[in-house]
């Protein structure tokens, strides 16, 4: 019996475990259960980026960025809701927003988020710092 593309494409989507890949009712894109965050981080590096993104759903994008000692940040606002937690290194985060501008330290384990549209950089790069960034929903730009 000949399957249709569309059953054909579905069949070997569940033919996979999902230890390999999963796909969401909706995405066009595999994901992964489990990311390793220094094979990503190599990734990037190998291609000369200080961001990699590694994942992508409609609802959360997440990549991991890099800063090392004395780089400038050079990021604009985005138009998600973004979280970084802070993996390794040390650095300063500058948030601009209605309320005035804030400064922060900011180390291992710290967990920051930034609004949707809001300016912020990171600045005072003393160690460098890994960060993984969520995006919600996923980025645009």
């Not at 066009?28 to 200080?50: F, N, Q, V």
């Not at 409609?58 to 979280?83: F, K, N, R």
């Not at 990171?122 to 890994?130: A, L, Q, R």
Request: aromatic fraction near 10%; charged fraction near 30%.
């Amino acid at each position: 019996m000949l399957l249709a593309d569309s059953e054909a494409e579905a069949a070997w989507r569940f033919a996979l475990p999902c230890s390999d890949v999963c796909w969401g009712a909706k995405e066009a894109k595999m994901t992964k259960d489990i990311y390793k965050l220094s094979e990503e981080r190599a990734r990037g590096g190998a291609a000369g980026k200080r961001y990699t993104e590694f994942l992508r759903v409609p609802a959360l994008s997440c990549g991991v960025y890099v800063l090392a000692v004395g780089a400038e940040d050079t990021q604009a606002p985005h138009g998600e809701d973004e979280i970084y937690y802070v993996v390794r290194g040390r650095a300063r985060l500058r948030v601009t927003d209605a309320g005035g501008t804030r400064e922060h330290s900011v180390g291992p384990g710290d967990v920051l988020f930034v609004a949707a549209h809001v300016e912020h950089k990171f600045f005072e790069v003393g160690e460098d710092i890994e960060l993984l960034v969520f995006f919600a929903p996923a980025e645009t730009g």
